[in-house]
């Protein structure tokens, strides 16, 4: 019999959630999302349980997001599998975020894509010295989903712009300078926490016991540079900025930025500037509209099977340069839905 995806148990007054496909990074399936979302209902009903641990098996990865390969298969064959799972994917993450009682991510290694989702939405985002946090769905043809509409654009000196459109990575202390995370501890030191988060009466005693202060943070002497260069209105404006800027880290965010999708690109500036004036709910539907006619195209199919299926780290993009992506293909991405993601009743499955 194979081991089950995902775990629970709970121990004193904490339910502990436990991702558990360490051989595929922690991918999180649609069974995962299913079984997530109701055991943490059934915990938000259940006065035992006064807070939430969610952590993962094995010390490469947290989760490195989403199950890829499953959703490029579900695609191809044209199974309506692949959007039911984003539409069930954002309603957890919505639901996390609501959640009313403390939930603790203990992250830990890579975390990605769907992974950042069933994490970074709670009361407590604990990274540990292992972390690198990356969102780097332009590079497949995808954008930054699963709640980077929100957080991203809220990140300080345009840092989330940054990271939308670069797939840049951070480990624990950027992470912890640019707020992406709420804590850091040390790798060694996570166990001694899972106890003391069962043992201490408030979650933040056992978090303030156990903090860490990171040396190493990059970003201090970036913010400045990415602040100017990212805050073009266009992807050719941030291009020639970075191309003005004349330093060897700029040249790198240019190269970087040209190998993505073009659409990709300017969907995920879009978000960014959408996302800067929307509630967390509203940056959820804004997702699945964009999520439901991605799905329906040739970039995100073509990215896995560059960087996934076939390895060739070749991607030909559709359209292939900036230019020839409008305004109006964008607006496309944007517009309603027949069917909007309902939020309501995020209580019940």
Not at 334 to 339: I, K
């Given at each position: 019999?194979?081991?089950?995806?995902?775990l629970?148990?709970?121990?004193?007054?904490?339910?502990?959630?436990?991702?558990?496909?360490?051989?595929?990074?922690?991918?999180?399936?649609?069974?995962?999302?299913?079984?997530?979302?109701?055991?943490?209902?059934?915990?938000?009903?259940?006065?035992?349980?006064?807070?939430?641990?969610?952590?993962?098996?094995?010390?490469?990865?947290?989760?490195?997001?989403?199950?890829?390969?499953?959703?490029?298969?579900?695609?191809?064959?044209?199974?309506?599998?692949?959007?039911?799972?984003?539409?069930?994917?954002?309603?957890?993450?919505?639901?996390?975020?609501?959640?009313?009682?403390?939930?603790?991510?203990?992250?830990?290694?890579?975390?990605?894509?769907?992974?950042?989702?069933?994490?970074?939405?709670?009361?407590?985002?604990?990274?540990?010295?292992?972390?690198?946090?990356?969102?780097?769905?332009?590079?497949?043809?995808?954008?930054?989903?699963?709640?980077?509409?929100?957080?991203?654009?809220?990140?300080?000196?345009?840092?989330g712009?940054?990271?939308?459109?670069?797939g840049?990575?951070?480990?624990?202390?950027?992470?912890?300078?640019?707020?992406?995370?709420?804590?850091?501890?040390?790798?060694?030191?996570?166990?001694?926490?899972?106890?003391?988060?069962?043992?201490?009466?408030?979650?933040?005693?056992?978090l303030?016991?156990?903090?860490?202060?990171?040396?190493?943070?990059?970003?201090?002497?970036?913010?400045?540079?990415?602040?100017?260069?990212?805050?073009?209105?266009?992807?050719?404006?941030?291009?020639?900025?970075?191309?003005?800027?004349?330093?060897?880290?700029a040249?790198?965010?240019?190269?970087?930025?040209?190998?993505?999708?073009?659409?990709?690109l300017?969907?995920?500036?879009?978000?960014?500037?959408?996302?800067?004036?929307?509630?967390?709910?509203?940056?959820?539907?804004?997702?699945?509209?964009?999520?439901?006619?991605?799905?329906?195209?040739?970039e995100?199919?073509?990215?896995?099977?560059?960087?996934?299926?076939?390895?060739?780290?070749?991607?030909?993009?559709?359209?292939?340069?900036?230019?020839?992506?409008?305004?109006?293909?964008?607006?496309?991405?944007?517009?309603?839905?027949?069917?909007?993601?309902?939020?309501?009743?995020?209580?019940?499955?």
């Open positions: 019999m194979s081991e089950a995806e995902i629970f148990d709970t121990r004193g007054p904490a339910g502990f959630v436990t991702l558990n496909r360490p051989k595929a990074l922690n991918a999180v399936t649609r069974n995962m999302v299913g079984l997530l979302h109701a055991k943490l209902i059934e915990w938000a009903n259940d006065p035992a349980v006064e807070r939430v641990v969610i952590r993962a098996a094995g010390e490469k990865a947290f989760s490195a997001g989403g199950d890829v390969r499953q959703l490029y298969d579900w695609g191809q064959a044209g199974d309506p599998a692949i959007r039911d799972f984003y539409r069930e994917e954002y309603r957890l993450n919505t639901f996390i975020k609501r959640y009313k009682k403390p939930y603790i991510a203990l992250i830990d290694g890579i975390v990605m894509g769907g992974g950042v989702g069933v994490s970074f939405h709670g009361s407590h985002r604990v990274g540990g010295s292992r972390l690198m946090f990356a969102m780097p769905e332009t590079g497949i043809g995808l954008f930054p989903d699963v709640g980077g509409t929100y957080f991203l654009p809220r990140l300080p000196h345009r840092i712009t940054w990271l939308a459109l670069t840049a990575r951070l480990g624990q202390a950027d992470a912890l300078w640019c707020g992406l995370i709420t804590e850091a501890v040390d790798s060694t030191d996570f166990e001694a926490l899972e106890t003391a988060l069962v043992e201490d009466s408030e979650p933040g005693q056992a303030t016991t156990h903090a860490a202060g990171p040396d190493g943070a990059t970003l201090p002497g970036l913010a400045e540079t990415i602040e100017r260069c990212f805050a073009g209105e266009t992807v050719e404006t941030i291009l020639a900025a970075l191309d003005a800027d004349g330093g060897e880290w040249a790198k965010q240019a190269a970087i930025i040209r190998a993505k999708s073009p659409t990709s300017k969907i995920a500036l879009r978000q960014m500037r959408e996302g800067a004036k929307a509630d967390f709910e509203e940056c959820m539907k804004i997702e699945f509209r964009i999520v439901s006619r991605v799905i329906e195209g040739h995100f199919f073509e990215g896995v099977r560059a960087v996934i299926i076939d390895k060739d780290n070749a991607p030909k993009w559709r359209p292939a340069t900036l230019d020839a992506v409008s305004d109006a293909d964008i607006d496309a991405y944007f517009a309603r839905l027949p069917d909007e993601l309902d939020l309501s009743h995020l209580e019940r499955l």
